[in-house]
T-cell receptor, first 116, second 110 residues
Framework: DAGVIQSPRHEVTEMGQEVTLRCKPI?????LFWYRQTMMRGLELLIY????????DSGMPEDRFSAKMPNASFSTLKIQPSEPRDSAVYFC??????????????FGEGSRLTVL | GESVGLHLPTLSVQEGDNSIINCAYS??????FIWYKQESGKGPQFIID?????DKRQGQRVTVLLNKTVKHLSLQIAATQPGDSAVYFC?????????FGQGTRLTINP
C-alpha cells in the first residue's frame, strides 16, 4: 500500500513567492493533519481535517497560511507570500480514526521548504 | 499549554546495549501516551503506545514504562541495533492536538 504522499520533497524559493505543498493521504483515512517541524519549535500541528472539513486551524501561524482539502484524496497547504521564517519541513499525516484516539498517525516523508 | 519534555536531547549507546529514552509530562490528567521514531529524512513513525491504566507495555524489542506518580514515561530498546538510530518523540493528546516532545536523538556506536 502506498503511504502518505507529499510533494514536492524539496522546495527552494525566494521571499515573497507563493508556495504550494501537496498531500495525498492514505486511501480510506478520514483525518488529515498538517504539521511543521523546525529545530527551534519541534513538531507543531498547523491544521487538521475530518472528512475534508477543517476542524482546527488554530495552529496556522498567520493569514499567509491556508489549507484546503477539496476531496478525500488531496490536500494543499499554501503560503503566500512566503518569508524566510517559514523555512521548515512540512509534514502531512493521515489517520483512519481520530489520531488522538488511535495515537497512530501515518506521516508522509515531508516537504522541506527553504525560503531565501 | 501542555509541556512534554525530555531529559536528554542526545543519547549515544554501544551496539547491542539497551537504550532508555525518557520523557516527562506536566498534565496529570493525561491518560494516553505514544512513542514515535523519526529516521533521517523521513516522517515520524508510530512505535508503541500505553494507556494510563497500565504501567508497562512491551512490543518487539521495545518496552514503554509509565510512572504516573512522577509523570514520567520511558522507552526502552533492547539490544540496540544500527537501524535504531533515529530521533525518538513522546507524544500525548492535549485538547484536540497531539503534542510532541522535542525528541531525543539516539546514535549507535559500533
Amino acid at each position: 500500500d502506498a503511504g502518505v504522499i507529499q510533494s514536492p520533497r524539496h522546495e527552494v524559493t525566494e521571499m515573497g513567492q507563493e508556495v504550494t505543498l501537496r498531500c495525498k493521504p492514505i486511501s480510506g483515512h478520514d483525518y488529515l493533519f498538517w504539521y511543521r517541524q523546525t529545530m527551534m519549535r519541534g513538531l507543531e500541528l498547523l491544521i487538521y481535517f475530518n472528512n475534508n472539513v477543517p476542524i482546527d486551524d488554530s495552529g496556522m501561524p498567520e493569514d499567509r497560511f491556508s489549507a484546503k482539502m477539496p476531496n478525500a484524496s488531496f490536500s494543499t497547504l499554501k503560503i503566500q507570500p512566503s518569508e524566510p521564517r517559514d523555512s521548515a519541513v512540512y509534514f502531512c499525516a493521515s489517520s483512519l480514526v481520530r489520531g488522538l484516539e488511535a495515537g497512530e498517525l501515518f506521516f508522509g516523508e515531508g516537504s522541506r521548504l527553504t525560503v531565501l | 499549554g501542555e509541556s512534554v519534555g525530555l531529559h536528554l536531547p542526545t543519547l549515544s549507546v554501544q551496539e547491542g546495549d539497551n537504550s532508555i529514552i525518557n520523557c516527562a509530562y506536566s498534565n496529570s490528567a493525561s491518560d494516553y501516551f505514544i512513542w514515535y521514531k523519526q529516521e533521517s529524512g523521513k516522517g515520524p513513525q508510530f512505535i508503541i503506545d500505553i494507556r494510563s491504566n497500565m504501567d508497562k507495555r512491551q512490543g518487539q524489542r521495545v518496552t514503554v514504562l509509565l510512572n504516573k506518580t512522577v509523570k514520567h514515561l520511558s522507552l526502552q530498546i533492547a539490544a540496540t541495533q544500527p537501524g535504531d538510530s533515529a530521533v525518538y518523540f513522546c507524544a500525548l493528546p492535549w485538547g484536540q492536538k497531539l503534542v510532541f516532545g522535542q525528541g531525543t536523538r539516539l546514535t549507535i556506536n559500533p
